[in-house]
């Protein structure tokens, strides 16, 4: 019920391109900041970028920095995430998270909305 869902993981090699989306439902999607956690087993979950609820303010981790934007279609109720230059250290599960608040931050209990996650396997 709400719950956003992601798409778009895979198996690439470094150096490659990778488009992840997440849908989510109008009531969830609206009015609230989106975001892109990562996490990769026996880790904890970390933020990797953020849109506020029109799409005009952005945050990345130092990590992902010039290599990876978010976006969003509110018109289509998707996020997107683009990733580009990818290194083994991205692999990981990528999880969509809405929240009820317009504004991003990069702390998980900031968003209430979460997919199940899809994976991104990258290749040396």
């Known amino acids: 019920q709400g719950q956003p869902v992601e798409s778009g993981g895979g198996l690439v090699q470094a150096g490659s391109s990778l488009t992840l989306s997440c849908v989510a439902s109008?009531?969830?999607?609206?009015?609230?900041?989106m975001a892109w956690f990562r996490q990769v087993q026996g880790k904890e979950r970390e933020f990797v970028a953020g849109?506020?609820?029109?799409?005009?303010?952005?945050n990345y981790a130092d990590s992902v920095k010039g290599r990876f934007t978010i976006s969003r279609d509110n018109a289509k109720n998707i996020l997107y995430l683009q990733m580009n230059s990818l290194e083994p250290e991205d692999t990981a599960v990528y999880y969509c998270?809405?929240?009820?608040?317009?504004?991003?931050?990069?702390?998980?209990?900031?968003?209430?909305?979460w997919g199940q996650g899809t994976q991104v396997t990258v290749s040396s």
């Open positions: 998270a809405a929240a009820q608040f317009p504004l991003v931050s990069t702390a998980e209990g900031w968003f209430q909305y």
């Open positions: 109008a009531r969830t999607f609206s009015s609230g900041a």
């Open positions: 849109v506020d609820w029109r799409g005009g303010s952005t």
